[in-house]
Every structure is written in C-alpha cells, then in structure tokens.
Nanobody, 120 residues
C-alpha cells in the first residue's frame, strides 16, 4: 500500500505565505516525478508545479516567481512554498507522485488534498 499525505493548508490573507508538504509512505521502490495540482470550485484540476527525481522543476505560468517546489528524496517528501498568495490561488491542492512499488508496477498516486483559502 502506498499513501500520499498532504499537510500545511489553511486560511491566509492576500500577500501571505503557506508551505505545503506531502509525504509518501508504504512499499516504495522508487519515486519519479512529484508534483502539486489544484482544483478550484467549478474548475478543472490543473498542474501547479512538478519536480523530477533529479530536481528539474516546471511551473504553471500563474505561479512562476511566487511558488517554489522542492523535494527531500531521503524523506520521500515534496514541498510547495507559496508566497505572495492571491485570492485566485484558493483551491484544494493535491499531491501527485509517479511511484514504483516494491514488487509492483509503476503507478500514479494522489493525496486526498488540502484546502488553501486566500482571503482578500
């Protein structure tokens, strides 16, 4: 069994900061790319940021310069530092990871999501 558990969401004012964490656990052989997606009410889920196992990153244009994704491979954890938050960043943020299980296939896993609310 593989689990992704997010933490760090909450309510923050415009211009504030939050740091999201997502820890992977279970029967894991290796973790490839990890990323953060978000889904606002009435909208489709969208990629926010992703990071490869080697540390190569990419960001949605809407968050470039404000958000930073990083990972700690020893802890199987990915982070999302969010600065200069705007009301339009309000969404449920989901962690995603491309994981190879011990004695199992390579699969995409999702966390249950953490709510980020930015008040104006």
């Amino acid at each position: 069994q593989v689990q992704l558990v997010e933490s760090g969401g909450g309510l923050v004012q415009t211009g504030g900061s939050l740091r999201l964490s997502c820890a992977a656990s279970g029967s894991i052989l290796s973790i490839n790319a990890m990323g953060w997606f978000r889904q606002a009410p009435g909208k489709q889920r969208e990629l926010v940021a992703a990071i490869s196992s080697g540390g190569v990153t990419n960001y949605a244009d809407s968050v470039k310069g404000r958000f930073t994704i990083s990972r700690d491979n020893a802890k199987s954890t990915v982070y999302l530092q969010m600065n200069s938050l705007k009301p339009e960043d309000t969404a449920v943020y989901y962690c995603n990871a491309d994981i190879v299980k011990l004695f199992g296939p390579r699969m995409d896993y999702w966390g249950k999501g953490t709510l980020v609310t930015v008040s104006s």
